[in-house]
């Protein structure tokens, strides 16, 4: 089923493009020369560094703040986090840029401050979804307020981590082309797609897309498969 | 009749009134639990608080576990203790369990908050598995379980956490006939387990909770809330411990007495 519906997009495609349009054809035969070279590979590598180094600090400040909103001092910090959403990175760039040290601190921070509003978000909504019988459990068995705490919320909740790392990494993965164009002395996929797009290389511009695409599709794969072998409950029939 | 007497009290509720806005759910709620002790037995108590539905059994429930704090009044256990949240077992409607643990690890969380089992966890778990016959559920998670099961390792959860009070939300709602008769003698075999084994019943089975209890609690609405309308010594109409007692004529006359309470 899914295998036709590919076949029939890419006939349509193909019979659709104009000159302007690549098909389907010439994409794939740069997408192939693309990833036999070792430019592809060295901007990859540097992309999913960087998000994978962004996503670790924005998981750890996301934590942070998460856990200790149960406290009234961090809870309208958390809460100030989440309405951060509505911040555009692009009115930001130049106060990161006074705030950090060089191009590759910029692009790490962007990318963590874009990040960790969503984190938060999810991480919240959560927390204040817990059942109220998961806090009573801990209760009637005599748990301290920091046990509880660390059973319930730490524990109980640490499947719900790799699940909003899957369900955001969507985020991070699509900011790295936006902060990457910002320095791109260091290379990276998004300063890669820049290039092509600046001399109207749409070929190679679609052969990226195709490779950030399928980066995307993999680490959600990944990021699934660690979930159920961490997580095996998460998996289970309710009998 | 069976010999017993009636000795210390283990439980009282004095005066007990709770409100939420202004708005009164219970008031004026006096009643004790006092030990029973029968010659060449280790008779525990079983005490039914019975209720229509909506009439605040719940808001009682959690008063009793310690969960949380009557507007006015005091419930202590033991002497003159005031019931705290870890005081009593509690075994919550539907079971409740952490999804994230196996049955296992659910019963180490209880086994390591009772100190009189330090040392001998493994062999507590393994003996109140094997009685309540979860023995090849230990290392399932409770999504594996059925509801039997689930309540099974739910009670021996609160009993290894070693408290002698044993607080139920209705344990036999939603249950199919077989089920419940095993319930029903898991719940007598606990409360012979130990001679200071108290077990609460909040319930609306009014038939059931009477066929196991030795004393019964009526909670009715009034104006300002509901209270215990109606205590009923099951022990005195030699009622209490006999497993055939539904086929008795005055167990019936029990029933449309309490129907009439409620």
Redesign the interface.
């Known amino acids: 089923m899914v295998l036709l519906q590919v076949v029939v997009a890419l006939v349509l495609w193909h019979t659709t493009s104009n000159g302007l349009m690549p098909q389907p054809g010439k994409v794939a035969a740069a997408l192939i020369h693309l990833s036999t070279t070792k430019l592809l590979i060295d901007n990859v590598l540097v992309s999913l560094a960087l998000t994978l180094k962004a996503m670790l600090y924005a998981i750890i400040i996301t934590l942070g703040f998460a856990y200790l909103s149960v406290l009234p001092f961090f809870r309208s910090i958390a809460e100030f986090i989440v309405k951060c959403r509505y911040l555009t990175l692009a009115g930001l760039i130049f106060v990161f840029t006074l705030l950090t040290q060089n191009g590759s601190a910029l692009k790490l921070w962007l990318l963590i401050f874009g990040i960790v509003p969503f984190f938060v978000t999810s991480f919240l909504s959560v927390i204040v979804n817990i059942n109220q019988r998961e806090y009573d459990l801990c209760k009637t068995l005599g748990y301290s307020k920091w046990r509880t705490l660390y059973e319930v919320i730490i524990v109980g909740k640490a499947d719900k981590v790799l699940e909003i790392l899957q369900q955001n990494f969507a985020i991070a993965w699509l900011m790295i082309t936006m902060v990457e164009g910002l320095s791109m002395s260091e290379g990276g996929i998004g300063a890669l797609l820049i290039k092509y797009n600046k001399y109207n290389d749409l070929t190679n511009v679609l052969a990226l897309q195709l490779v950030i695409f399928f980066l995307g599709l993999f680490f959600d794969f990944l990021l699934a498969t660690m979930r159920r072998w961490l997580f095996p409950y998460t998996t289970l029939a309710t009998k | 009749m069976t010999a017993y007497t009636k000795q210390d009290v283990l439980l009282q509720a004095t005066d007990v009134c709770l409100s939420y806005d202004g708005t009164p759910i219970l008031h004026d709620i006096n009643f004790s639990i006092r030990n029973i002790v029968r010659p060449g037995v280790n008779q525990g108590q079983v005490v039914s608080l019975l209720g229509r539905s909506g009439v605040g059994k719940t808001q009682l429930f959690r008063l009793l576990?310690?969960?949380q704090k009557p507007t006015s009044g005091s419930i202590t256990i033991n002497g003159n203790k005031q019931v705290e949240?870890?005081?009593?077992?509690?075994v919550?409607q539907h079971y409740?369990?952490?999804?994230?643990k196996t049955i296992y690890q659910s019963l180490r969380?209880?086994t390591s908050?009772n100190p009189v089992l330090k040392g001998n966890e493994q062999e507590a778990i393994r003996k109140w598995a094997e009685a309540f016959d979860i023995t090849a559920s230990l290392h399932k998670?409770p999504?594996?379980?059925?509801g039997g099961q689930r309540q099974r390792a739910s009670i021996i959860?609160?009993l290894l956490?070693g408290s002698k009070f044993l607080l139920f939300d209705e344990p036999f709602s939603g249950l199919d006939v077989c089920v419940l008769d095993k319930v029903v003698d898991m719940l007598l075999q606990v409360s012979v387990a130990d001679e200071l084994n108290t077990l609460i019943i909040v319930s609306h089975d009014i038939e059931t909770s009477v066929a196991i209890s030795d004393t019964v609690y009526i909670l009715s609405k009034e104006e300002g809330g509901a209270t215990i309308k109606k205590e009923i010594d099951l022990v005195e109409r030699d009622l209490a411990w006999h497993k055939e007692v539904r086929r008795n004529k005055a167990f019936a006359d029990t029933l449309d007495e309490i129907k009439a309470s409620l």
């Open positions: 576990a310690g969960l949240a870890g005081d009593m077992g509690v919550f409740y369990l952490f999804e994230w969380m209880a908050q998670y999504q594996q379980l059925s959860q609160q956490k």
